[in-house]
């Protein structure tokens, strides 16, 4: 087979699955010069990629007795490891036979290549033949991506309920010929995995609650809403210690503001005698319902994560939903009612309320009591929650302040920064959410601190904020059919989706686009089941979340029948 024949059989195995890369590949120029590779041959016959240096030296990347048998006994010594690895990251490409032995196996179900070069990579598809591994959905190329690009496209490949455990598998001598990319590739892969250990701990903490929350908001949310127009300058009011002194401020300038409370805020604002234009609220635990227990007039919308509890949302005549981040409310909006999406990845309801302010359109966004800390050992804005809870359960022997003391301490990772009076208490998780805020603040570009007692926040913008142009007005699309009608559908697609315990490569390769989609939708409660038994397989877990969410569906269903919402 010639080169041009080969390099055109890899890349119609490839289009499918990847026509970006398809397209990259085609327009790269293998073989300028002395070409990248030379290709030698093993003693078991099989052609044997060598990277070619800057001296011409030629490096083999396998093994030239039996580069399969390697390649063998390095997979076996990988996925037998304790570590129960289904997901698999290799640097570097090379000729293939690595990357061959791990889809052998039935425990790997997803395989992902980081490679650099794609004049090189366009030379190895001219040299040899990948076909039925470029042919197979569990792999995944990736060439020349910055660091940037890994962090943010691993989390959508990676999912742990699934998968099991990750393992970054080098390809040694690719990647000490060009230590410097995939030293920072190596890196960037950590950070992806950081974040998504981060949020499958809170999808093993919550992943029951929010579908069961979920499914039972959609009869509160079947109902038509006004359209809100967009705002323009907003006054986003978070529940720090600092909120206490800045309220006069915000007062001076309420004429001129748009008010988002955070839930937690809210009580603060109405004992000061500020009433906010809305109220934000993401948290699916019950403890939120706290937050209102100090009333909600009734004119203000309440904007909702449509995973929060439908005790909060029947505290407003008329909740404003939105979707987050899980994956049964983007299947919602896909097929029963879009609503408007709010990026609550941040983790705390500062920023979806941040995220709720780009959404309605904001140009100029100032941010109260975010201390993302705990200055001087305060804990929260007076009038919050925690100061009537600890109120009533105060006695002689743990007065409030103990009570306060031990809620500031409850946080193994707590430590004291700052000097004289300007000292504050952070915790790790603080740090994560003052953090990403940050991130997302510096790329709006028109965000505000107003100084307070904690951390300064680092708002500039690293470059000049886009223009995000003409804003739409915040509602819901028409729903396409009754919401009892949607969850008899829905309950009846989860039943059929077949048996995982033909294991879940089988299954997913089985799957279309829309079984795909409602799979997903358990993963969150998957997550839960393994949280609380780590031995748990995948398929097992699926399976215990499959059962929980049929369940629930039907007690809802059937309530629903007595209490006659629908005929």
Known sequence: MDRRESFERNLLALSAADPELCRRLTGARPFRGRGRYQFLEARSGDPVPALVDDRGTAHPLHSLVDPRREAERLIAATTDAPADAGFLVFYGLGGGYHLDA???????????????????????????????????????????SSPETLERCLPHLYQPVLYGGIRALPLRTRTSLDQARFTEAAE??????????????????????????????????????????????????AAGPSLDAQIPLLIRRRSSRCI????????????????????????????????????????????????????????????????????????????????????TSGGNVTYAALSLAETLGARRIELYGADFSYPRGITYARGTYLYPSFERRQNRLAPAESLHSAFLYRSPSLTRRGTGESWYYESRTLERYRERLEEKARALGTVAAIPGGGPPLNLSPEKTPPDRGLFRCFAAGAPAMTAAEFLRDYREKLAALPPFSRGISRTLGELGEAERLTLTTLLPAGAAFKGRRPDLKAAAALEEARSFCLEELRRVLAACCTCGFFA
Not at 220 to 235: F, T, V
Not at 261 to 279: M, R
Not at 316 to 343: E, K, M, Q
């Open 260 to 343: 988002l409370a955070t839930d937690t805020s809210l009580p603060s604002l109405l004992a000061a005698g500020v009433e906010p234009d809305a109220v934000v609220s993401i948290d699916c635990q019950h403890i939120s319902f706290q937050h209102f227990m100090a009333g909600l007039p009734p004119h203000i919308p309440l904007f909702l994560d449509l995973a929060s509890p439908p005790v909060v949302a029947a505290r407003s005549p008329n909740p404003r939903f939105f979707s987050g981040a899980h994956p049964l409310t983007r299947y919602i909006c896909r097929f029963w009612r879009s609503f408007p999406v709010v990026d």
């Open 188 to 237: 960037a892969v950590k950070r992806a995995i950081d974040a998504v250990s981060s949020d499958y701990s809170v999808q093993a903490a919550f992943g029951r609650r929010w579908f069961s929350n979920i499914i039972r908001n959609l009869f509160l949310a079947e109902g038509n809403a006004k359209a809100l127009p967009p705002i323009r300058d907003a006054a986003i009011c």
């Open 102 to 144: 791990a889809l052998k196996r039935e425990d790997v179900y997803q395989v992902l290549v980081i490679d650099y070069d794609i004049d090189g990579i366009a030379e190895l598809l001219s040299s040899k033949e990948y076909v039925p591994l470029l042919k197979d959905p569990r792999f995944h190329l990736m060439v020349d």
